[in-house]
């Protein structure tokens, strides 16, 4: 069966520190990955994606993410985090269902706590 | 560009009332989800259309929810009757490639906060 988990309910990280938000996978087939943000009273918003091709993807707002296919992982990362930053983060997986269709599972999200 | 909309923003009804939710898909995009976010869980997928036909709601209670999609663009969730257990955030998304498309995002809308008591 699919499924995604972030291992952290909440990261804290200092503001212009590196910030990395982890996140696993189980999936049959070639795996394609997803990053989204949630602001609050706000939907989702795609940050990246991962296909095929390089491990390294980059994405909106200067986040990236490392598709590690050994570990099954696939960590978002950002250089220097921002207070701005703060936000709900969920890793998605999409993978073909028996049906024969694809289908989003997404993770339980991790809360980001960018401090001053 | 405008971006996916949806109403009410809130809605608080009493156990066994029946509520609907309305989505308009960002214009041109073939794809909609409707998904329901627990607190403190992701999203779970409820039902996909392509264009006004169904493509997966393997996941969708189908004794109490039902949506349709009737001209490809507009869609409603219907719950009837709700119970406790449906208080969650109804969001919808929708997509400019098809379903059968494994890498397309999702543009999401803000989101129907349900409470019932």
């Known amino acids: 069966a699919q499924s995604v988990a972030q291992p952290e309910d909440q990261v804290n990280v200092a503001e212009g520190n590196p910030l990395t938000v982890k996140c696993t996978y189980s999936?049959?087939?070639?795996?394609?990955l997803f990053w989204y943000v949630q602001y609050p009273n706000r939907g989702l918003q795609f940050l990246l994606k991962?296909?095929?091709?390089?491990?390294l993807v980059k994405g909106s707002y200067g986040f990236e993410a490392e598709f590690n296919k050994s570990q099954t992982s696939f960590h978002l990362k950002k250089p220097s985090a921002l207070v701005s930053d703060s936000a709900l983060y969920f890793c998605?997986?999409?993978?073909?269902?028996?049906?024969?269709?694809?289908?989003?599972?997404f993770g339980t999200g991790t809360r980001l706590k960018v401090l001053a | 560009e405008a971006g996916v909309a949806q109403s009410p923003r809130y809605k608080i009804i009493e156990k066994r009332q029946s509520v609907a939710f309305w989505c308009n898909p960002i214009?041109?995009?073939?794809?909609l989800y409707w998904y329901q976010q627990i607190l403190g869980q992701g999203p779970k997928l409820l039902i996909q259309?392509?264009?006004?036909?169904?493509?997966?709601d393997s996941q969708l209670p189908k004794d109490r929810f039902s949506a349709e999609r009737l001209k490809g663009v507009d869609s409603t969730l219907k719950i009837q009757p709700a119970k406790l257990e449906d208080s969650a955030v109804y969001l919808c998304?929708?997509?400019?490639?098809?379903?059968?498309?494994?890498?397309?995002?999702?543009?999401f809308g803000p989101g129907t906060r349900l409470t019932v008591l």
């Open positions: 991962y296909i095929t091709g390089d491990n």
């Open positions: 998605a997986v999409r993978g073909l269902t028996p049906s024969g269709t694809y289908k989003y599972i």
């Open positions: 999936v049959s087939g070639n795996p394609y």
């Open positions: 214009s041109g995009h073939a794809t």
């Open positions: 259309f392509q264009n006004n036909g169904v493509v997966d």
């Open positions: 998304a929708s997509s400019p490639q098809p379903a059968g498309v494994p890498y397309n995002e999702q543009f």
